[in-house]
C-alpha cells in the first residue's frame, strides 16, 4: 500500500482550486433565495400601498356620499342612511375584501358632518411568518350640506 505525500495533496488542491466548473451554481444557490424574497416583498409592499389607497378613496367616498348625495346615500331614517353609506364604502373597496358591517359611520358632534372610518387588517403571504399583518386605520370626515 502506498502512502499519500504531502506533495500529492497540495497538488490535488491545486487542481480543485483552479476548477471553476459548477461556481455559477453556487453562487446562484446563494443569491437566488435572497432575491426572491427581495421580489415578493416589493411586491407585497405594493399591494400594501395599493390596498390602503384604496381604504382612504373607499372611506373618503363614502363620507362624501353621506353628507351630498341624499339619492344614493340617504334614507329615512338614520339606520336607513347609515346602511347605505356603508353599502356605497363596500362598493367603492375594490380589490379589497370588506365588510359593510365594519364601516364605521358617525356624525360627531364636533361639527365635521359625516365620518367614516375602517380598520384594515392586511395579512402578509411570506414564508417562515406566522400570521403576520399590518393594520391600516382609515378615517374621513365631510362636512355636512345645508
Given at each position: 500500500?502506498?502512502r499519500?505525500?504531502t ?8 487542481r ?11 453562487e ?8 426572491a ?19 382612504f ?5 363614502a363620507?362624501?356620499c353621506?353628507a ?62 406566522n ?16
Amino acid at each position: 500500500m502506498r502512502r499519500a505525500t504531502t506533495s500529492c495533496y497540495a497538488a490535488t488542491f491545486r487542481r480543485l482550486y483552479a476548477c471553476r466548473n459548477g461556481g455559477t451554481a453556487v453562487e446562484t444557490a446563494i443569491i437566488l433565495p435572497v432575491l426572491a424574497l427581495a421580489i415578493i416583498g416589493t411586491i407585497m409592499e405594493g399591494w400594501v400601498l395599493f390596498s390602503t389607497n384604496v381604504l382612504f378613496y373607499a372611506v373618503e367616498s363614502a363620507a362624501r356620499c353621506a353628507a351630498v348625495n341624499t339619492t344614493t346615500c340617504g334614507g329615512t331614517t338614520q339606520a336607513k342612511q347609515i346602511s347605505a353609506v356603508q353599502t356605497y364604502a363596500v362598493s367603492q373597496a375594490w380589490g379589497l375584501n370588506v365588510t359593510a358591517a365594519n364601516f364605521s359611520v358617525t356624525q360627531p358632534a364636533n361639527g365635521c358632518g359625516w365620518r367614516v372610518s375602517y380598520n384594515y387588517s392586511f395579512n402578509f403571504v411570506m414564508p417562515f411568518q406566522n400570521d403576520f399583518a399590518v393594520n391600516v386605520p382609515a378615517s374621513a370626515c365631510y362636512p355636512a350640506q345645508q
